[in-house]
């Protein structure tokens, strides 16, 4: 794979600096052969001496806000932004002043939230934040500022597409600041939480029941959900598949479906980046150095 990529010409699309792209084209490249984003896998894929490597990456990370140069990979054609986040696991370094519990109460880790745009099938990351149990509560902040954090280094980009959400994102303090905002959306239903009668109510102030048929699709208009932002409804059951699929939307209710379909496509990015590159092999004892 390594021969048809040209990292130099890749490398200049971003950075300006001449000598920029020539360093990042030598740490990319002995990336990509050590499968590895850790520092000291990939010094030894350099030529030379690994420990004049090691130095050099670390030259080159402090010249760079490598987070900055990200948003270079936002895709302006995009039709929509995506929104994921993902648990890593770090089962050695529960004293890391980053690391928390993951969602099972239990096993040590961090999130990982990523921004992306959809390309080719697949989706480039251009913003991302890493959050954690342990630093939610140490910062006195919330999971909803935290995804905040990240949407705001788009929220200027994003103009009138749509933000594409999974179910980890169905709560109500995010879904009022996004009509608050005029920021378009497109977020899948928890349906463990939406078989509460009270998650989704009609204009008479009805429970919406989320019944459906395999083969089915059923389009609800101008539902609340939470009881307080109105939005558009739509079921869709797939004969192959086991369960049904509800979607949220502010954009015309089919419209929201399909674009959900398309994201359903490219989540293979977030298996791409752990299983090529190995982001769980990632053990750093500070949060910048792990960002």
């Known amino acids: 794979m390594d021969k048809c990529i040209n990292f130099h010409e890749f490398m200049r699309y971003v950075f300006d600096d ?5 360093q990042g084209s030598e740490i990319l490249k ?17 030529a030379g001496k690994s420990s004049s490597n090691y130095k050099a990456i670390q ?3 402090k010249k760079v806000d490598l987070k900055h140069v990200l948003l270079r990979f936002y895709q302006e054609e995009a039709e929509f932004v995506i929104g994921d986040p993902t648990e890593m696991e770090r089962y050695r370094a529960p004293n890391t002043s980053y690391v928390g519990t993951l969602s099972d109460g239990k096993t040590a880790g961090y999130w ?16 991302f934040v890493v959050y954690s149990s342990k630093t939610i509560g140490e910062q006195v902040t919330s999971r909803n500022q935290e995804h905040f954090r990240c949407f705001e280094a788009v929220k200027v980009l994003l103009g009138d597409r749509p933000l594409v959400l999974d179910r980890e994102f169905s709560y109500q303090e995010l879904m009022e600041i996004l009509y608050i905002e005029y920021i378009q959306f497109v977020i899948r239903l928890n349906l463990g939480d939406t078989h509460k009668s009270s998650r989704l109510i009609d204009a008479d102030g009805q429970p919406v029941k989320l019944v459906i048929k395999p083969g089915e699709t059923i389009i609800r208009p101008n539902v609340f959900y939470l009881g307080t932002v109105k939005v558009n409804l739509i079921g869709y059951w797939r004969k192959s598949l086991s369960k049904p699929l509800w979607v949220i939307t502010s954009l015309e209710p089919k419209r929201g479906l399909e674009i959900y379909l398309q994201r359903m496509k490219i989540e293979e990015t977030f298996k791409d980046c752990k299983d090529l590159l190995h982001l769980t092999k990632l053990m750093n004892k500070k949060q910048p150095l792990l960002e």
């Open 30 to 46: 002995a990336l990509l052969e050590a499968q590895s984003p850790r520092m000291s896998n990939i010094s030894e894929q350099m």
């Open 59 to 61: 030259r080159f990370l």
């Open 18 to 22: 001449e000598k920029m792209v020539k």
């Open 112 to 127: 990982l939230m990523v921004l992306s745009t959809p390309f080719r099938g697949r989706s480039l990351p251009c913003s």
